[in-house]
């Protein structure tokens, strides 16, 4: 059996501590029961998500200007709905003789 050791925040261990004994556990069991779930879902056993934050934003107007770009170099940038709505429906014919 090995021995491991680390080094938390005297507050942390406390909260831990407090809330592992109100489940009927000790800190000790707790650390072994994380490590066990790692190797049964060979990896970290809980989600691990950031939050979103205004990068999602500066994508989206990256993304915009990127179409905007794209539409430019194509020549289609000053299309009105009426004309990519003509354009879709012309796909969708083709589309669908082809399917024939």
């Given at each position: 059996?090995?021995?491991?050791?680390?080094?938390?925040?005297?507050?942390?261990?406390?909260?831990?501590?407090?809330?592992?004994?109100?489940?009927?556990?000790?800190?000790?069991?707790?650390?072994?029961m994380f490590l066990k779930r790692s190797v049964t879902v060979n990896g970290i056993p809980?989600?691990?998500?950031?939050?979103?934050?205004?990068?999602?934003?500066?994508?989206?107007?990256?993304?915009?200007?990127?179409?905007?770009?794209?539409?430019e170099e194509n020549g289609i940038s000053d299309m009105s709905i009426d004309d990519i709505?003509?354009?879709?429906?012309?796909?969708?014919?083709?589309?669908?003789?082809?399917?024939?």
């Amino acid at each position: 059996m090995a021995i491991v050791q680390l080094r938390v925040d005297d507050d942390l261990k406390a909260k831990a501590s407090s809330i592992y004994e109100k489940l009927g556990i000790d800190l000790s069991s707790a650390i072994k029961m994380f490590l066990k779930r790692s190797v049964t879902v060979n990896g970290i056993p809980f989600s691990m998500i950031l939050e979103k934050t205004d990068n999602d934003q500066e994508l989206a107007a990256m993304s915009i200007r990127n179409m905007n770009n794209s539409a430019e170099e194509n020549g289609i940038s000053d299309m009105s709905i009426d004309d990519i709505d003509k354009e879709i429906a012309e796909y969708r014919k083709h589309r669908k003789r082809s399917k024939k």
